[in-house]
C-alpha cells in the first residue's frame, strides 16, 4: 500500500515534523501514544513502542527503525503477534520548493495469521491516505513563501 501527498513545506521541516515520535499522534491515524525504548537520538537501530487503534482494539507495537536517512528516507519494521509491518516514509523537494511525501507500509502475516493480513492491510490503506492529509495540515503553517 503506497499513497502519496504534496505539502507546500520545505523537506527538512517535513521530514523532522514526520519522524519525530512527539508528533506522530498528531498525523498518522490510530496512533494513541509514541515513546522511545532506546537512549540517544534517533538513528538506524532505535526502538520505540507505540500503542495503535486498529479494528477496535489497543495494540502496543515495538518498532525498529530500519533506515534514517535525514531529511529524505525513514523506515520503520515491527512485528506483532506473527504480522509483521514494515513502513517507509519518503520525502523529497518538488519544483515548487515544497515536498512531494510518499508513505508505504508493507504487511505479512506468519502461516498463523496470515488470513488476517488483508484485513489488517485494509484498514491500514484507508490510514495512509488521511494520515498524509492530517500531516500537510499539521505543515501548513511551514509552507514556503
Known sequence: ????????AA?????????????????QSGIASAKMTSSGPMSIGSTALVVRELMGQRIEAP????AYEPPRRLQL???????RADAILEVEPDDSGGSRVTF????????????MESM??????????????RLKTALAGEAQP
Open 77 to 83: 519494521h515491527s512485528e506483532v503477534s506473527g504480522v
Open 120 to 133: 489488517i492491510a485494509s484498514a491500514a490503506e484507508g490510514d495512509i491516505g488521511s494520515s498524509l492529509e
Open 63 to 66: 518498532l525498529e527503525v530500519i
Open 1 to 8: 500500500m503506497e499513497r502519496s501527498i504534496d505539502i507546500p
Open 104 to 115: 508505504a507500509m508493507e504487511i505479512r502475516g506468519s502461516m498463523l495469521t496470515a488470513f
Open 11 to 27: 523537506p527538512r521541516a517535513v521530514f523532522d515534523y514526520a519522524s519525530s515520535l512527539d508528533n506522530l499522534p498528531s498525523w
